[in-house]
């Protein structure tokens, strides 16, 4: 039960814009206040209590629109997003790496004016952020395996994206199939 529990929840709001995720726990609780449309049940979970079954939600839908434009700007530099979205992969030597064996690297350094932001910010191994130091990669002779273009990305869809690997019935709410479709027509 206690695997049921820790699972994720796709939220939506109102629009059927991805909000993020949620516990299992909270969702059932915001389908049984009716906070929330249950769009999709889990096929594999159910919960038991002693007189009744419940299913799992695996989509859940917001019964009122949220403004959520202005939280999404300022919560995008975390850690563990952007670990994720460079694919735990340092940026400069390309080896793949334990979180706790890579750093944030500012690619422009706050020595030099550089923010704080995600587009700024890759996933470093240690002796290659040391290697780099106060400087930029091509000051350090150190090129950025990925583009920045890649980098501004928004770090909310890329872990949406990241749960959604491995679980199908999510995808046409995060409009991945399309993306699927066009790369498939691009090729």
């Known amino acids: 039960m206690k695997t049921i529990l820790n699972g994720r929840v796709l939220l939506l709001n109102f629009s059927y814009e991805p909000l993020g995720t949620i516990g299992v726990a909270r969702s059932v ?5 009716e906070s929330v449309f249950v769009e999709e049940y889990d096929a594999e979970r159910v919960l038991h209590s002693v007189n009744a079954t419940f299913r799992v ?18 919560s995008g530099a975390k850690r563990l997003r952007i670990y994720v979205r460079d694919r735990f992969t340092c940026q400069y030597c390309g080896k793949r790496k334990a979180a706790d ?16 932001m995600p587009e700024n910010l890759v996933a470093a191994c240690v002796p290659c952020n040391n290697r780099k ?15 920045q ?39």
């Not at 872990?159 to 991945?176: D, T, V």
Request: proline share 5%.
């Open 133 to 147: 130091g106060n400087r930029t990669p091509e000051q350090a002779r150190m090129p950025l395996l990925t583009s």
């Open 29 to 33: 609780c915001l389908a049984f206040r």
């Open 57 to 74: 939600p695996s989509v859940v839908r917001l019964r009122a629109y949220v403004n959520v434009r202005r939280r999404r700007h300022a």
């Open 101 to 116: 064996e890579l750093t944030l690297d500012h690619i422009t350094p706050r020595a030099q004016a550089g923010d704080s």
């Open 149 to 187: 273009h890649k980098l501004r990305v928004g770090l909310d869809r890329v872990m949406l994206c990241h749960y959604a690997e491995s679980r199908p019935e999510w995808r046409k709410y995060l409009f991945m199939e399309a993306e699927d479709d066009a790369r498939i027509m691009s090729a």
